[in-house]
């Protein structure tokens, strides 16, 4: 069972940078894939951006695309989510989310809150 934390979450000015990170219990991550979503207050929880247990990436949410970067350490205990120049329109709760096989994501973190004040 892996169990996923979140944190570096907090309130940052528009234009600011903010690293959020996300810790994987024993054992590392074991993954399919890799992702962080982010919930808006009464909008569905969304991708924003993921990486693959080869390293790829997918496509990056249009919304944050050029602003936000996904890594992970070289051990892939720990997955990071860069975000420079964040706008009001980013205030979310952020999750991380891993899977270890095709199809939805199954194991998720309790979110981390960011809130961008314009």
């Known amino acids: 069972q892996v169990q996923l934390v979140e944190s570096g979450g907090g309130l940052v000015q528009a234009g600011d940078s903010l690293r959020l990170s996300c810790a994987a219990s024993?054992?590392?991550?074991?993954?399919?894939?890799m992702a962080w979503f982010r919930q808006a207050p009464g909008k569905e929880r969304e991708f924003i951006a993921g990486?693959?247990?080869?390293?790829?990436?997918?496509p990056y949410a249009d919304s944050v695309k050029g602003r936000f970067t996904i890594s992970t350490n070289k051990i892939k205990t720990m997955m990071y989510l860069q975000m420079r120049s964040p706008k009001a329109e980013d205030t979310a709760v952020y999750y991380c989310?891993?899977?270890?096989?095709?199809?939805?994501?199954?194991?998720w973190g309790q979110g981390t809150q960011v809130a961008v004040s314009a």
């Open positions: 024993s054992p590392p991550f074991s993954f399919y894939a």
């Open positions: 990486v693959t247990g080869t390293g790829s990436t997918p």
């Open positions: 989310a891993s899977k270890a096989t095709k199809g939805p994501f199954t194991y």
